[in-house]
């Protein structure tokens, strides 16, 4: 019976697991590649698509004029300034009291409470709720209870229970990232534990809360399921001139034109939906860039 002396079976073993572990993790890494290969080829192929199919319509008359059966005559401007009053709006709501929150649980909430943890609990919990769940509970409370009517308060109001556990959320994290030694030196310096969020936590805190915020507010920017729930109306041909108007926005006049039979509809939902992305975008650099601006290096 013959022993390999210069390579054990024991030896061969430690030799040969490396190659296979790094057979599998080129494999996988080939794997998450080519994933995200198609994802960012589908998503460019859709873009290329819409623009191609909006650019007729891609002219200030997409701005300046107001809805009509006449899709020569049609316009978005109703829903673009009911965007911005329900957006605009829902980020005045959501912004303080989502930040508002984040301070106590972070910096004066005692984990060891129960209600402080049923409070975080319910917090993760909501985020991951359906957004027309949302939409029920404004038209069963805000819209029908209350009594607010269909109008842009209800609407505003609904969207910042929809996205107020993401601002909560994202500024937590941001605050929970300055480091502790920053605190303990301001109230080791004589400062109060407010004056130490407000004049070093906070200002620390800026990019990551203001990040979480802005992108919270884009996906609101493009809910139309509860806003349909709401009376988020198709075919308005006025603006928005106060909390108790009417109202409708992007994603809701988008869906209307395309449901509509006719191809001048389908152009002119194209070129709204590049209105809307174009707007997304503006939202999304302009985190990009106070993130840039107010960030620190620890």
């Not at 359906?130 to 842009?152: D, E, H, N, S, T």
Request: net charge positive; with cysteine.
């Amino acid at each position: 019976m013959s022993v390999d002396v210069e390579h054990p079976p024991a030896v061969r073993l430690v030799a040969t697991a490396p190659r296979r572990e790094r057979v599998k993790a080129t494999g996988f890494k080939g794997l998450l590649l080519i994933s995200l290969a198609v994802g960012l080829v589908s998503l460019g192929v859709l873009l290329v698509d819409t623009v191609v199919t909006g650019a007729p319509r891609l002219n200030m008359d997409l701005l300046r004029r107001f809805p009509s059966g006449r899709p020569a005559m049609a316009g978005a401007q109703s829903a673009i300034m009911g965007t911005v009053w329900v957006v605009g709006l829902c980020g005045l709501i959501t912004i303080p009291v989502g930040v508002g929150a984040a301070i106590y649980l972070e910096e004066y909430a005692n984990p060891a409470r129960w209600y402080n943890r049923l409070l975080e609990v319910n917090i993760q919990n909501l985020a991951a709720v359906p957004a027309i769940v949302y939409g029920i509970l404004g038209l069963g409370f805000l819209v029908r209870g209350i009594g607010l009517g269909q109008v842009v308060l209800a609407a505003a109001l609904t969207l910042s229970l929809l996205v107020l556990p993401i601002v909560i959320i994202a500024s937590r994290q941001a605050i929970r990232a300055v480091p502790n030694s920053i605190r303990l030196g301001s109230l080791a310096l004589g400062a109060t534990q407010w004056q130490t969020i407000r004049r070093q936590v906070l200002p620390a805190a800026v990019p990551g809360i203001a990040t979480g915020s802005i992108l919270a507010l884009s996906r609101a920017i493009g809910e139309a399921a509860p806003l349909i729930l709401l009376g988020g109306l198709t075919f308005i041909t006025f603006n928005p001139t106060g909390l108790d108007s009417s109202f409708t926005v992007l994603p809701i006049q988008i869906f209307n034109w395309i449901s509509r039979p006719q191809e001048e509809f389908r152009v002119l939902a194209a070129a709204a939906i590049v209105v809307l992305l174009v707007i997304l975008l503006v939202m999304n650099s302009a985190a990009i860039l106070i993130r840039s601006r107010f960030e620190r290096k620890w």
